[in-house]
């Protein structure tokens, strides 16, 4: 039981290139969301997908895109990625509106 | 949405002593409050929460307290050992999926 696993663990990307971040969890979990964690700010809500099919936006939403491509994966999409994404994102599930898992986290750096 | 004040930003605690942390909340509807702690390299881990009809809840040397009325809500850590140290975050959010957290706390015990 793996909980929820998050590749890559590093990636550093020039302005302007794309990527995806890739989540996935093993705990039949309903919702799925990703965070983003800046030094001074705490984690920031990104997107969520309350359950498979659904997808909604968190607090910062700009600049990314989402797919919940199962129950089990949910990955997250740069499309143009800019200096001010450079941060260390967290995906998390939960089963319900309460404990939410977290993943090992990406470090991302955009130059 | 809600906002999360946390406080203080770093703690700095002598081994066997406690260690307090607050935080105060916007939104007198919010009714969910969990402290997740994060460990250097992973990503944060639920500790304990507490819901809105509950003042008060402990777990080992862990507690939370909650004032509705003043919209506050503290940890508390007794009997402080090495591996308490990390960062700590309160959260808060209105029974949906949409966790607004507090900018953290970074413990030090010393030995």
């Known amino acids: 039981n793996a909980g929820v696993t998050q590749t890559p663990k590093f990636q550093v990307l020039k302005t302007g290139q794309s990527m995806t971040l890739q989540c996935a969890q093993d705990m039949n979990h309903n919702s799925m969301y990703w965070y983003r964690q800046d030094p001074g700010m705490g984690l920031r809500l990104i997107y969520y997908?309350?359950?498979?099919?659904?997808?909604d936006k968190g607090e910062v939403p700009n600049g990314y895109n989402v797919s919940r491509l199962n129950k089990r994966e949910f990955s997250l999409r740069l499309e143009s990625a800019a200096p001010s994404q450079t941060s260390v994102y967290f995906c998390?599930?939960?089963?319900?509106?309460?404990?939410?898992?977290f993943g090992p986290g990406t470090r991302l750096t955009v130059t | 949405g809600e906002n999360v004040e946390q406080h203080p930003s770093t703690l700095s605690v002598q081994e066997g002593d406690s260690a307090v942390i607050k935080c105060t909340y916007s939104?007198?509807?919010?009714?969910?409050f969990p402290w997740y702690k994060q460990e250097l390299g992973k990503g944060p881990q639920l500790i304990i929460d507490?819901?809105?009809?509950?003042g008060e809840k402990k777990d080992q040397r862990i507690a939370v307290t909650l004032n509705k009325t003043a919209k506050h809500f503290s940890l508390h850590i007794t009997e402080t050992q090495p591996e308490d140290s990390a960062v700590y975050f309160c959260a808060a959010t209105l029974n949906d999926y949409k966790l607004s957290f507090g900018a953290g706390t970074t413990v030090t015990v010393r030995a």
């Open positions: 939104d007198s509807a919010s009714n969910y």
């Open positions: 998390a599930s939960s089963d319900s509106l309460d404990e939410q898992y």
């Open positions: 997908s309350a359950s498979e099919g659904t997808t």
């Open positions: 507490i819901r809105s009809n509950v």
